[in-house]
Structures are given as structure tokens and as C-alpha cells.
């Protein structure tokens, strides 16, 4: 640290470096002082200009001994006449003198707004708050909490639901805390032509014609539409689809699902039974149960229908998931039948579109928008709160989670909200979905967030053909060996976790807000080890990059070709067999104008930004120093390593799984 001790002549040389970026630069001029362990300079004004990509040097002589230096006060002054722009200020680097070779840097890599008043900076050293060895700095700290817990507060989007940040607009998160990414042309020149026509499919022709202009470059969707019809296709894609979340291996029947194992005894090998199958571990089920009940939306005037199925699948001698039975309400009856593969085609292939659907719902709202967008938000309102900028979990972490407030808030104002995409277009509407919500946030458990638990639990391990559980694990893997890591540069034992009152608020507010104190759902109220505070830290990042990446990016590939995954349906599900032709199925479909106001927003989604970032690339400075360097690059390498296998894999299959590739994964929740 920097000090004056008998007030050296030549005075502090202060160089104040305004960033790159062409719009860092401010026509408003900054007011600077130092903070010592004695004393405070007077603010000095600097005179320079404060031009993009530059460095502006003033030399500081406190008229009396300042002690070290640990605080640097900025503040920024509009200039008369001149537009009052923000500036984004780099970094403020101090010496003793001019000659002198030591110098410590005071990070800022932030806008500041001539509103904010004095903006305080420290060296750039993380550490946690029992290191402070300084009142002055401990203070520091408490302030920069107290401001933040101000600024961002608690709000609700859902009763029963996580909790969001408190804000309506994008503008009230400051140009710290917004982003812009660069898109690419979103190219719907032939959906945007169907907008306004608000009538049925009129047959399968028509579907292939929409599909030719619209699905012609993408490959994984054109293998969609030749094999959507195929039982070992529709398996697949509880593997590997867009909701790889719900299929879970069963040992036992569910009593509400009425089959008996004679009714599905021809799709089970010769010489064994359900009952044995299930033992071996060769049966599992789709149960869509959070489904049941709840109020169909109205789209284009007209009513549509919800299901609630439960779907039984068995896991072949030649290596395929098939399904072998469906009921598609919970309640079992008469007017309930199970739809077998023996069924007429046109019942079997309508029950399976059925449980595409109920998955396409389920997955939107939950495996999507709860297990990714809320979770990430809940854990950066939570950092933002309770953990200071210094902290390095504060830095570890708000890469991943920084974008998280910014698109949520714009979803709950565009896709969420009246007129969006829900309340126009798909069977969920704006009744049902804080409905669904809060039923997806009391089924929520810890171990299924954390994917080694979640893998073997369901039962996914034991699949070769489960391309999305290999990939996960291999990445978790990845992760956890970089936050543990991380965690050891700062933690010497689990003392020192169980001593970082920041820490424990931070996990505390997490638990209270985010999953609303219900201890069923088994999040850690506290942190009593390092690997307890590794596994949740592990559960985050993952959960808003890889996670993210495997729902998100593949939602245009297997929805482009309709019949795959309606957003509605436009009949109430069959209550008898032979009850449809197959001409009839088609009606089922939600209208044209709706299925293609879903696709062209899923079109939005699915497209990566052009300035992606992969998960583990940081451009934040604390990872370009000391320690961290090491852990970054290890964890880089073996990433790249793990893309490498995929491609190889990949490269032999019929229907690649690109989406856990880490170079396809973005580092964070941008969209």
C-alpha cells in the first residue's frame, strides 16, 4: 500500500484511465481525493479531458500526511453547455512519485453517472471480510451493501413463486447491470406472411410447403420432420430434446396409471415381464401431473385444451426408448383410456403429440424459464445484496449471472405479459401460468438441480443413448473442479466458510427469497463446509450457462416442424379409441397465425448472439492476474478438450447433440 510518511515533495501521481469502448468518454470532468489511514485529501480536480482509451495524470499533494492509501473518491461534474454524458472509467493507478516503479492499481471498469456522487474505489485485491485489517476498509464494505440493498430490493412476479428484483424497466438497472449484444438478422421473412391468418392447417401438404422454405438449412429439423412419427424418435427426444429434465426411471407403477402388464406385454421382450423389466431398470415414465387442472387459454377467440398425461417408456434390447403406454389424463376411467402402439395409428400418433405437448408447456415454464432465468436472477439479486464487490464469490459468479435481471425484466413486460407470446399463442396462458409456476417451485429439489444427483436418480446413467447426461456430467465435472479451486484460494478450512457472515447471509437470502424458506426442497440454509458452498456455487453456474444452453438453443430445432411440439391444442384429447382419422389430426394444431407467431419468437431465442461468449471465457480483469490465471486456463483446457470428444462423437451419429458442447454454451443468461 501507497503512503506520504513525512509528506514527500513530489506528490501522488494519479493516472485516471478512461476505457476503450468509443463511448467511455465524457465531455464532464472528475473530482479526485485519496483516503489514507489518516486522513482524507481535499479533491482535486482533474483537468484533462476524458477522451475514450485514454489516461489522464494528475499529481496530488495532500498538504498534510494522508497515511496509506486505501480509498480513491471519484466524482464525476457535468460541464456547462456541454451534454451531461456517463463515463466509463477503467481503472486509477497511483505512485508516490514519478520515478517511483511500485504502483498500485484501484479498479473501477464501470459507468459513472454525474448523479452518483463520489464513487469509492479500492485496490484490486479480492478478499473476504474478516482479512480486513483496516476500519476504514470494513466501513467501506458496509457502505457499498447498504447502497445496494437500496438500489436493488425484492419484488414478487409470482405469489408462491421466486422472488424477482423490484423492477419494471431495464432503465432502472443502470448501465452497470444492462448489456447489449449483437443479434443476428432473426431471418422471418416466411413466417411473418402468416401473421394474420387465423385458421386451421389445412393439411399435411401445407405443413411440408411451410416447412420447405422455413426449415430447408436446418439440418436437425429436417431430420425432425422425417422421423417425428417414430416411437424410437419420440424417446430420443426425452433424452435429448429440448427437456431432457422430466423422464426418470420407475420401479413401480404410478396408481393412477391403469395399465396392467399384460396390456403391454407384445412391446416387451418374449421372455420377461413389466413387473422384471422394471426391475432391471428398463422401464421409466413421463409424468406431467403439474399440468393437471389447470385453465386452458383462449387463442384467436377460440378455446383450447390441456392434458395432463402420464407415458411409460421401455428401454429396448437394441438400445431404443420407446414408449408403450400413455393415458392422457392423471384421474384413470372410462372416458381415461391408455393409448398402446397396437392402437389404431391415428390414436397412437395423436396420444404422443399429446405428451409433446404437455412437454413443450412444462418445458417453456419450468425446465426453462424457472430452473435457469429465475434461479439466475434470484442468486444475482442475492449477490448484488449481500455480497460487496470485493468479495470473491461476488467475482466469480456475477459473469454468469449479470444478464439475468435485464432479460427477465424484459420478458415479464413482452412474452409473459398481455398481448405476448403466452397470451396469444400458447395453451399456458396468463391464468395458467402462475399457476404452474408456483406448483414447479413446490416440486423443486435441491438434488435434481445438481446433476450427478439428478443423473443418477432418474436413472439417466444407465443410458448410452443419453448424449445430454454424459455431456452434463463431463461439464459439471468441469465446473466444480474450477469452483473448488477458486473456493481454496480464499477459504483455508470450513471454518473459514462457517465465519464469512457474508456468505452465510448471502445463502441465507437465497434460500428465504428465492425458494421461500420451504425446507422440502433441500437448498442449504447456511453453508457448514467448503464442499457444501462448492456444490451450490457449482449448481449456479451451471444452471445459468450449460443448463441454459441445452433448453434454450435447441428450442427452434425441434419445434420448427409443428406437429413435433404444438404450443396448443385446438380439440379436447380423446375420451374413446378410433375416435380420429388421420386426416383429423391436423385439426388438432394450433391455428396458423399462433403456430407462427411461437415459431418466430423461438427463432429469436434459439439464435446465439454474434458476440457470444463461450462458458469460462471472461473478459472481467480479476481474471487476468495472480492466481486465477491458473484456474481459468486449466478449466479452458479441459473444456476444450470435452468439445473436442463431442465433435468426434457427433461425427458418427445420424443426429448430432451439439448443445452441452462448451464452445456452443454461453458463459451466461442473454436471451
Known amino acids: 500500500m501507497l503512503g506520504n510518511s513525512m509528506l514527500e515533495m513530489d506528490g501522488f501521481h494519479v493516472t485516471i484511465r478512461t476505457s476503450a469502448s468509443s463511448l467511455s468518454g465524457t465531455y464532464g470532468s472528475v473530482w479526485i481525493s485519496l483516503v489514507g489511514t489518516l486522513c482524507e485529501s481535499p479533491p482535486v480536480r482533474v483537468e484533462q479531458h476524458l477522451l475514450p482509451d485514454s489516461a489522464c495524470t494528475v499529481v496530488i499533494k495532500p498538504k498534510e500526511e494522508v ?8 466524482r464525476l461534474e457535468a460541464q456547462p453547455g456541454f451534454p451531461d454524458l456517463d463515463w466509463h472509467c477503467q481503472d486509477v493507478q497511483v505512485r508516490r512519485s514519478a520515478e517511483d516503479p511500485e504502483m498500485e492499481v484501484f479498479p473501477c471498469h464501470k459507468w459513472i453517472r454525474t448523479a452518483d456522487g463520489y464513487v469509492e474505489l479500492r485496490n484490486e485485491k479480492a478478499c473476504l471480510k474478516k482479512a480486513e485489517t483496516l476500519a476504514i476498509l470494513t466501513d467501506h464494505r458496509e457502505r457499498d451493501l447498504q447502497h445496494k440493498q437500496q438500489l436493488i430490493r425484492w419484488g414478487t412476479f409470482v405469489e408462491g413463486g421466486p422472488h424477482c428484483v423490484d423492477m419494471s424497466s431495464v432503465t432502472s ?8 449484444r449483437k443479434r443476428p438478422v432473426n431471418n422471418v421473412h416466411y413466417i411473418k406472411g402468416f401473421i394474420e391468418r387465423r385458421t386451421s392447417w389445412g393439411s399435411l401438404q401445407e405443413l411440408e410447403t411451410f416447412f420447405l422454405f422455413n426449415g430447408r438449412e436446418n439440418t436437425v429439423a429436417g431430420y425432425v420432420q422425417a422421423h417425428w412419427h417414430e416411437d424410437a424418435f ?8 429440448c427437456n431432457p429434465l422430466y423422464i426418470r426411471k420407475i420401479h413401480n407403477l404410478p396408481p393412477n396409471l391403469s395399465i396392467t402388464s399384460e396390456m403391454v406385454r407384445p412391446f416387451l421382450p418374449e421372455d420377461s415381464s413389466l413387473e422384471q423389466e422394471m426391475e432391471r431398470g428398463h422401464v421409466y415414465l413421463l409424468d406431467y401431473e403439474v399440468l393437471d387442472q389447470l385453465p386452458a387459454n383462449i387463442v384467436n377467440g377460440k378455446q383450447t385444451y390441456l392434458s395432463a398425461p402420464l407415458c411409460l417408456l421401455h ?16 384421474a384413470p376411467g372410462p372416458q381415461n383410456p391408455v393409448f398402446l402402439p397396437s392402437d389404431a395409428a391415428p390414436d397412437w400418433l395423436l396420444a404422443k403429440m399429446w405428451v409433446r405437448n404437455s412437454d ?6 419450468l425446465s426453462h424459464f424457472l430452473r435457469t432465468h429465475l434461479l439466475g436472477e434470484v442468486c444475482c439479486t442475492a449477490t448484488l445484496r449481500q455480497l460487496p464487490e470485493i468479495h470473491p464469490l461476488h467475482q466469480l459468479l456475477m459473469p454468469h449471472i449479470r444478464s439475468t435481471l435485464q432479460i427477465n425484466i424484459q420478458a415479464r413486460a413482452t412474452l409473459l405479459a398481455s398481448k405476448g407470446v403466452f397470451d396469444k399463442s400458447i395453451a399456458c396462458g396468463l391464468e395458467a401460468i402462475p399457476l404452474l409456476i408456483v406448483r ?11 446433476v450427478p444427483d439428478d443423473i443418477r436418480e432418474r ?16 461439464v459439471w465435472d468441469a465446473l466444480h473442479r474450477f469452483v473448488a479451486g477458486w473456493i481454496r484460494l480464499y477459504y483455508c478450512n470450513d471454518e473459514d466458510v462457517q465465519h464469512d457472515c457474508e456468505l452465510q447471509n448471502w445463502i441465507r437470502e437465497i434460500f428465504t427469497e428465492g425458494f421461500l424458506g420451504l425446507t422440502h426442497i433441500g437448498v442449504p440454509q447456511s453453508f457448514q463446509t467448503a464442499s457444501e458452498m462448492c456444490k451450490f456455487v457449482t449448481m449456479m453456474i451451471f444452471s445459468c450457462s450449460a443448463l441454459h444452453a441445452a433448453v434454450n438453443f435447441s428450442q427452434l430445432d425441434f419445434n420448427l416442424w409443428i406437429p413435433n411440439t404444438p404450443a396448443a391444442m385446438s380439440r379436447p384429447p380423446s375420451q374413446t379409441k378410433n375416435s380420429v382419422s388421420e386426416e383429423e389430426l391436423f385439426s388438432f394444431l394450433p391455428e396458423v397465425n399462433s403456430s407462427c407467431h411461437v415459431l418466430s419468437v423461438l427463432a429469436l431465442l434459439s439464435q446465439p448472439a454474434i458476440d457470444f461468449v463461450p462458458l469460462c471465457q471472461y473478459n472481467e480483469w480479476y481474471f487476468c492476474s495472480g492466481a486465477t490465471v491458473k484456474l481459468v486456463e486449466e478449466v479452458q483446457r479441459e473444456l476444450k478438450m470435452i468439445a473436442e470428444d463431442i465433435a468426434n462423437r457427433n461425427s458418427q451419429l445420424a443426429l448430432p447433440y451439439p448443445y452441452l458442447s462448451p464452445d456452443y454454451i454461453e458463459n451466461s443468461v442473454t436471451i
Open 459 to 474: 436413472g439417466l446413467d444407465a443410458l448410452p443413448i443419453c448424449y445430454y447426461a454424459q455431456d452434463a456430467l463431463r
Open 360 to 365: 413443450f408447456l412444462v418445458h417453456q415454464l
Open 234 to 241: 419420440f424417446g430420443y427426444q426425452c433424452l435429448n430434446g
Open 67 to 74: 497515511g496509506v492509501v486505501v480509498l480513491l473518491r471519484l
Open 440 to 450: 414447479g417451485t413446490q416440486r423443486l429439489r435441491y438434488s435434481s438441480m445438481c
Open 173 to 180: 438497472l443502470g448501465l452497470n447491470l444492462t448489456y447489449i
Open 315 to 330: 428401454y429396448n434390447r437394441h438400445g431404443e426408448l420407446k414408449p408403450i403406454a400413455i393415458q392422457l389424463q392423471q
